[in-house]
């Protein structure tokens, strides 16, 4: 049998330049496109808007490979300023793509008693707590290093009675973590209606709907505002400037005796979150280029 071969394309962006690039791409005969953000956390189905945008992405472009990839090259220079000698062109032999990327992804372990597991695999054998959530959904599937420090952390917090609010929950990974983990009450709020659909079918998936309340950011900034939303631990996996930017709202959230856990933030940007909540003491985490703060 002959074998056939696929072209694919590497291109280097800026973050925000992903989902334009992504639909030039189609446009232009890729077969299907990927893209791999900042720290190496994996997003797919970019032909739909993305939740999250990484500072720096590559998208790698599956052609076929009788296509010539030089004009496709030319117009991404031409359009997102890509030097044509940063983008690499793969040949590749055909296989099982299907079962090439459900492969990528294996259950994820955070602690002993703290597993992601794709719905695809059988989870481990006692394990306390195992969330099912598979990659697609929207951002966060516990493989990102900010991801698992928040993860880390709450697995640590003593959560149990306690009310938690996740503050930019894209997948709902971490509402879904709490609430697993014995919260009483879990609220979970996002700008993007996309991430509440995918927290709400997450939550689903794990058997926690009923015991976590989905509601957009407005609506939680508002409930703040009104003093009807303050809760034990505030848990914000999200972006500096944007910790810096909410950070009374952050800071009016947390009841008492609370506490405030804040993540998204890279080595050189730790002081200037930091900063924005002056009546806090933090300690810190670390992995890789990341940073989590908790007061």
Not at 21 to 32: C, D, N, Q, R, V
Not at 140 to 165: K, P
């Amino acid at each position: 049998m002959t074998t056939r071969y696929w072209q694919q394309l590497h291109v280097p962006l800026a973050g925000h330049q992903a989902d334009a690039a992504a639909e030039l791409l189609e446009a232009m005969g890729a077969l299907s496109v990927s893209s791999e953000g900042e720290g190496g956390e994996d997003r797919f189905d970019l032909a739909e808007p993305t939740l999250v945008q990484w500072t720096a992405t590559r998208l790698s472009a599956l052609f076929d490979d009788g296509i010539a990839l030089q004009p496709v090259i030319a117009a991404m220079s031409r359009v997102f300023a890509v030097a044509p000698d940063d983008c690499r062109v793969e040949r590749i032999a055909d296989r099982d793509w299907e079962r090439a990327w459900l492969e990528r992804y294996r259950p994820v372990e955070i602690t002993p008693d703290l597993w992601i597991c794709p719905s695809w695999c059988e989870p481990p054998d006692g394990v306390a707590h195992v969330l099912t959530l598979d990659p697609g959904l929207a951002f966060g599937t516990g493989t990102h290093a900010t991801t698992a420090l928040c993860l880390e952390h709450l697995a640590g917090a003593g959560l149990s009675g306690r009310s938690v609010l996740d503050f930019g929950c894209g997948s709902g990974i971490l509402a879904i973590a709490a609430a697993r983990m014995g919260a009483s009450r879990v609220v979970a709020c996002d700008i993007d209606p996309r991430a509440l659909d995918a927290t709400r079918a997450n939550a689903r998936q794990n058997g926690v709907a009923d015991r976590i309340e989905v509601i957009s950011a407005d609506a939680a900034t508002a409930a703040i505002d009104a003093e009807s939303l303050c809760v034990d631990v505030v848990i914000a996996n999200i972006l500096a400037d944007a910790l810096v930017m909410l950070s009374a709202t952050l800071a009016r959230a947390v009841a008492p005796g609370g506490s405030l856990i804040l993540s998204g933030i890279l080595h050189g940007q730790r002081e200037r979150v930091a900063g924005a909540f002056p009546a806090l003491d933090f300690s810190v985490q670390t992995r890789d280029e990341w940073v989590l703060l908790a007061s």
